[in-house]
């Protein structure tokens, strides 16, 4: 739980909040009068007799949002760093801060009757002593001990103890034990001690107690109960009621703040999820027998068909754009040059961050030429709790608590700084910086909702080499790679992978960028991207374009039926020729005859065997930088025999040689993928774009 988010929250997130919680304390008691006249004959012989209490704890049921249970679904959902996502777990996290400020004042009335007072006012004594008292003192000797690493099993058994002692004073107190388990939850610190305690009581906490006690309720349920009366479908209109109210609060609240009403709906349906304390507020009222088994089926029910219908609604509603809308501004060819360039950056390590903000200083980047970067910090999920702690872990700004951080929080730290620190340099370039914690195989999801949600023109990934202390590339993760390949099959924006070689240490006072054009979309783009950055001071841009002819200009029709493929290839062939002359020749006129910084040269290419000699001639100007574009839709039989003896098919065949270790280079690669042509294809066969009758492209 983090303080901060609840302290500095805005006021959609309160609101909505606020709103998902007076909605259900007001049709609460209203719902529960219904239930007692619907039920069997109408005249609540069946159901409790006390009804005041009843009235209290159905009402809390209603108000409550499971936050863990949430953050959890967003995560499978890989909704968890788009807006939705925020949206909803940050007032998710307040939501279940007033229920649980609502159930220390309210359940001891349930409980103890007219000493409920008492209770009450002795739990939150208990409480500021806690915060105030305890956690400056248990805080100075838990970081001491982190510090050392003096942690065993023996000295960790005493932590344990403080949560029982905590849990037996407030039930003694009369509230519940579950209070002062949260509240000694709340007063330990994070980072390396929360990720220790975590990793050695989840286990035992979640693969065991926890499915005991979620046993336990479903043996309590009985929902014959809900058909063995005459009034059954009247039942079942509650329950469904029951389970709407939220939802038509939050759409309620989302409407002033134009939201869109699926969107609304959506952000209803996920605050609507209930966890582990509706539950326990429901056995609380079975075990006091506050409630009836009918009234109990009736709460459970609701209870359960809230938090299952979540998962299969919101894929329904939001997987179905799992192919994202084709729109031009997701290139950097089609974005205008007064329009703000936006950037996902996405690394791994401090190390690739500095690389990729000195690429970022490359661009021409002027207040009507704007750029907003968002660096997505990628970390592999371990264990179910670390999306959570991870997500929103607090930074270590010397505050009690925050010391002693974990390696991946010191990470996060040295990569906030230096994106940071390259924000604050320039006036026209903003910087957010995220952490994306998922699972490796289907990170790249969370890659491609998060460049839709951020409108982003250009996704930038590291490569899975880094330069050695040799000056040699040498593979750091083999599932970097796997990450990138997925990102790039269907990413919803322009894909760029950068091989960086020791890139953050060069000079940009005399820079010196080549891209290599060859044809294809993929080349338009990478010349936008230099484009881009032409104009810069310091850089200097050479274009150096490959004119095919004789073997090198032949077409590939290997994957195609004789007939229908060479036709389909000739034309798509043509066509794009088409448009690299008309896009080059746009550049030559702007660019090239304007600029003396700028110097564009064409180069003939005959064979296979010309490519590589034509790259080690331009390796001995020096260059700096190369960019290249990854290549698909070029159908050439000369790059297709090429790609074969790719080591990195998603560099492409150009891209693969310049980062070769064969290739003697100390010159850094940015491979460009443009948007739009279905992405690559791993592989023998090469990526085509289909055609309609006239010969255009069909995307």
Not at 128 to 135: E, L, S
Not at 302 to 318: D, F, G, Q
Request: a negative charge.
């Amino acid at each position: 739980m983090n303080l901060n988010v609840i302290l500095h929250v805005k006021m959609k997130n309160l609101s909505i909040a606020v709103s998902g919680i007076i909605f259900p304390l007001v049709m609460g008691p209203a719902l529960y009068t219904l239930h007692r006249n619907f039920y069997d004959m109408g005249d609540g012989s069946k159901l409790e007799k006390s009804t005041m209490s009843a009235y209290v704890l159905w009402t809390l049921v209603l108000t409550v949002t499971g936050f863990p249970v949430l953050a959890h679904s967003l995560s499978e959902l890989k909704l968890l760093y788009t807006g939705l996502g925020e949206a909803a777990l940050t007032t998710a996290m307040l939501s279940d801060t007033y229920a649980w400020v609502l159930f220390t004042l309210f359940v001891p009335f349930s409980i103890n009757g007219k000493g409920a007072i008492y209770s009450v006012v002795s739990t939150i004594i208990f409480i500021f002593i806690c915060i105030f008292v305890v956690r400056p003192i248990i805080v100075k000797v838990i970081d001491r001990k982190t510090e050392r690493d003096e942690w065993d099993n023996n000295k960790l058994l005493f932590v344990v103890m403080g949560l029982l002692i905590c849990s037996h004073i407030t039930d003694v107190l009369g509230t519940h034990a579950v209070v002062g388990a949260f509240v000694y939850g709340l007063i330990l610190p994070h980072g390396k001690f929360a990720d220790l305690v975590v990793s050695i009581s989840d286990d035992f906490a979640g693969g065991f107690l926890a499915p005991l006690f979620f046993s336990g309720t479903g043996m309590r349920l009985m929902v014959i109960t809900i058909f063995k009366q005459q009034n059954w479908p009247l039942t079942l209109m509650i329950i469904i009621v029951l389970c709407s109210i939220k939802i038509l609060s939050t759409m309620f609240a989302t409407f002033f703040f134009g939201m869109r009403s699926r969107d609304g709906f959506a952000l209803g349906l996920l605050l609507n999820t209930k966890g582990a304390i509706a539950l326990i507020m429901l056995n609380i009222a079975w075990d006091r027998s506050i409630i009836t088994v009918p009234t109990y089926a009736v709460l459970t029910s609701s209870v359960l068909l809230m938090t299952i219908v979540v998962s299969p609604l919101i894929n329904a509603i939001y997987k179905s754009r799992k192919r994202f809308e084709q729109n031009k501004l997701k290139t950097i060819q089609k974005l205008r040059f007064d329009a703000e360039l936006r950037i996902l950056a996405c690394v791994h390590n401090s190390r690739q961050a500095t690389g990729i903000t000195s690429l970022l200083e490359s661009f021409n980047v002027t207040r009507l030429s704007p750029m907003h970067v968002f660096a997505l910090h990628l970390v592999e999920l371990v264990g179910s709790a670390a999306a959570l702690v991870a997500a929103y872990m607090e930074k270590s700004s010397g505050s009690i608590g925050t010391q002693n951080l974990t390696k991946s929080q010191e990470e996060q730290e040295n990569i906030d700084n230096t994106f940071e620190a390259f924000g604050e340099a320039y006036d026209a370039i903003r910087v957010q910086t995220l952490n994306v914690v998922s699972a490796y195989a289907t990170i790249h999801e969370d890659i491609y909702n998060s460049a839709n949600d951020k409108r982003t023109s250009l996704t930038i990934l590291p490569f899975h080499k880094q330069l050695s202390s040799e000056g040699v590339l040498e593979t750091i993760s083999v599932v970097y790679r796997d990450i990138n390949l997925n990102v790039m099959q269907n990413a919803p924006c322009s894909v760029g992978i950068f091989v960086d070689r020791d890139f953050g240490s060069i000079s940009k006072m005399n820079f010196r960028i080549c891209v290599i054009f060859v044809g294809g979309p993929d080349d338009r783009e990478a010349l936008a991207v230099a484009w881009r950055m032409a104009g810069h001071p310091g850089i200097r841009l050479s274009v150096v374009r490959m004119l095919l002819f004789d073997d090198a200009a032949k077409i590939d029709t290997s994957d195609h039926t004789e007939a229908q493929g060479v036709l389909s290839d000739v034309m798509n062939n043509d066509k794009q020729k088409e448009l690299d002359d008309e896009y080059v020749y746009s550049f030559r006129l702007k660019a090239v005859n304007n600029d003396d910084s700028i110097s564009y040269s064409e180069v003939d290419v005959h064979s296979g065997e010309d490519i590589p000699t034509i790259l080690n001639e331009l390796n001995t100007f020096g260059y700096d930088l190369y960019i290249v574009g990854h290549g698909n839709c070029r159908n050439l039989r000369v790059f297709s025999n090429l790609l074969e003896w790719c080591d990195c098919p998603e560099l492409g065949v150009i891209g693969d040689i310049l980062a070769s270790n064969n290739f003697v280079s100390r010159s850094s690669v940015l491979v460009v993928q443009q948007y739009g042509h279905g992405g690559m294809v791993f592989g023998k066969q090469s990526n085509h774009v289909t055609t309609n009758n006239d010969g255009f492209e069909r995307v």
